[in-house]
């Protein structure tokens, strides 16, 4: 009998401050939104300020059809902001403030029911560079069924043992190849994309690792096999939410029976698309993503 919410992403929901404006955002927030646009019912456990931007962004989470039951109000911090600036290519590099309001996230009895009830439980290493989050944040992974690790290594909020910890309890991981080659090197140097990804499967036993390499598509070796895509070819307008529609898109088609060469496919073609267009919760159809695989 499936959940009444099939997915729970946990972690930073906040503004991101684009040259173009201010956009909602946060990794685990992308990935709720466009699990939502692809027919799943997830549910988000965040922490906003009882500040006019936490009201904003509770209303722009109603407005796009997302439960709000698990999202905090706190009194005492804000709402978390982003400064984020591309370079040339369209890369984004951030600014995160802290301390935000998602870094006091509070367990509540009413989590408990909500995370066995999921098929899967989505969070990121970033909700883990404070204690209280931190500690909430296992006390779910303790309950959950499926873990799907997003690892988002942004300097300074993040240290290799709280990487490794979270790496360890991980059914799924996706990063980028940027965050791959750093935490392999931690155990000394490797040539190739595949002997990085084998070493933290063997150490961590991890069954799923994807590894997204920007615009030259993806990676994914999964139950001791490797599947790869060279991604789909588009204007890029900013990379905001690219990898986090691209998780959404391949943990989607999982949940769905896909195999794991169609989910990659799908999930590129998803990452390009929302790569061509401004901040991470663009406006799509489902249409649009079927043009792109044609």
């Known amino acids: 009998m499936s959940a009444a919410f099939n997915v729970v992403c946990y972690g930073e929901v906040l503004w991101d401050l684009l040259p173009t404006g201010s956009k909602p955002g946060g990794a685990p927030m992308n990935v709720a939104y466009h699990l939502k646009k692809l027919g799943n019912n997830p549910a988000m456990i965040s922490r906003v300020g009882s500040d006019d931007r936490g009201t904003e962004l509770l209303k722009i989470f109603q407005e796009k059809g997302l439960?709000?039951?698990?999202?905090?109000?706190?009194?005492?911090?804000?709402t978390g902001i982003v400064n984020a600036t591309p370079n040339e290519r369209g890369e984004m590099s951030y600014e995160i403030c802290a301390p935000v309001a998602w870094d006091n996230i509070q367990w509540f009895d009413s989590m408990e029911g909500l995370i066995k009830n999921a098929d899967h439980f989505v969070?990121?290493?970033?909700?883990?560079?404070?204690?209280?989050?931190?500690?909430?944040?296992?006390?779910?992974?303790?309950r959950a069924t499926n873990k799907v690790l997003d690892i988002n290594l942004r300097s300074p909020h993040f240290n290799a043992k709280t990487v490794e910890e979270l790496l360890a309890v991980a059914d799924i991981?996706?990063?980028?190849?940027?965050?791959?080659?750093?935490?392999?090197?931690?155990?000394?140097?490797?040539d190739s994309i595949q002997e990085r990804i084998l070493l933290l499967q063997e150490k961590?036993?991890?069954?799923?690792?994807?590894?997204?390499?920007?615009?030259?598509?993806a990676i994914v070796n999964t139950n001791g096999v490797f599947y790869e895509h060279r991604g789909y070819k588009v204007k890029v307008a900013d990379t905001v939410g690219s990898g986090d529609s691209f998780l959404a898109a391949f943990l989607t088609k999982s949940i769905h029976g896909w195999h794991a060469d169609q989910a990659l496919s799908y999930a590129c073609a998803l990452g390009s698309l929302v790569a061509s267009r401004a901040g991470g919760c663009p406006d799509y159809n489902l249409e649009e993503i079927e043009n792109m695989l044609k």
Request: net charge negative; no cysteine.
């Open 123 to 142: 969070f990121g290493s970033l909700a883990a560079r404070n204690r209280q989050s931190y500690n909430t944040l296992f006390k779910l992974i303790e």
């Open 204 to 217: 961590f036993w991890i069954p799923t690792l994807i590894v997204t390499r920007g615009a030259n598509g």
């Open 173 to 190: 991981v996706k990063m980028n190849e940027d965050e791959l080659n750093l935490i392999s090197e931690w155990y000394g140097p490797i």
């Open 67 to 78: 439960n709000t039951d698990f999202i905090q109000r706190d009194d005492s911090l804000p």
